[in-house]
């Protein structure tokens, strides 16, 4: 399973890193990614990152805009943001990507993280 | 890079109903297309991946069908725990996701 960090209220400007702890399967050989959903919004894939070895990939959307990184020490991805911004408001939805017989679909889901940027 | 298009964004239907949910790809994707459903508040969850396969503990009156550029979900008898929103997904070298359908209550 995937569990989350808990919900984050944060002012313009300030940095944030969240987490995602996985339990219950080899870490290091699965990818995990993230997904943001905009208050009423749909799903936007925003990267994914291999513990094996921290090949990191990143839509061009969100490129430059947020760091993703991993402990495999601790079974542990990080999504994180130097310099929020209101628009960063959002619920952080951690994914598990399988590439081996699902056609690289997240077939599991954290619970989410919501983060709330606000002056 | 592939669009993904939804119809309907909305769509009433009551408890019994046989419902269908499309999808549409810009260009040809094959069948590498997945179905996610999420509830109101809760997290998405995998339902069908290659276009076709169901999820295991998903319940059979799921179906999804398609290939190339056009799919479908299907609901065969929509049941109360089925109020949901609906999306389709692609991965090419990014995942995109369609835009979302709201299934509601009549």
């Known amino acids: 399973q995937l569990v989350q960090s808990g919900a984050e209220v944060k002012k313009p400007g300030e940095s944030l890193k969240i987490s995602c702890l996985a339990s219950?399967?080899?870490?290091?050989?699965?990818?995990i990614g993230w997904v943001r959903q905009m208050p009423g919004k749909g799903l936007e894939w925003m990267g994914i990152i291999y513990p094996g070895d921290s090949e990191t990939r990143y839509s061009p959307s969100f490129q430059g805009q947020v760091t993703i990184s991993a402990d495999k020490s601790i079974t542990t991805a990080y999504l994180q943001w130097s310099s929020l911004q209101a628009s960063d408001t959002a619920m952080y939805y951690c994914?598990?990507?399988?590439?081996?017989?699902?056609?690289?679909?997240?077939?599991?889901w954290g619970q989410g993280t919501m983060v709330t940027v606000s002056s | 890079d592939i669009q993904m298009t939804q119809s309907p964004s909305t769509l009433s239907a009551s408890v019994g109903d046989r419902v269908t949910i499309t999808c549409r790809a810009s260009q040809n994707i094959n069948d590498l297309l997945a179905w996610y459903q999420q509830k109101p508040g809760k997290a998405p969850q995998l339902l069908i991946y290659k276009a076709s396969t169901l999820e295991s503990g998903v319940p059979s009156r799921f179906s999804g069908s398609g290939s190339g550029t056009e799919f479908t979900l299907t609901i065969s008898s929509l049941q109360p725990d089925d109020f949901a929103t609906y999306y389709c997904q692609h991965y090419s070298s990014y995942w995109t996701f369609g835009q979302g359908t709201k299934v509601e209550i009549k």
């Open positions: 994914v598990r990507r399988e590439q081996f017989w699902k056609n690289d679909a997240f077939d599991m």
């Open positions: 219950g399967y080899k870490f290091n050989i699965y990818w």
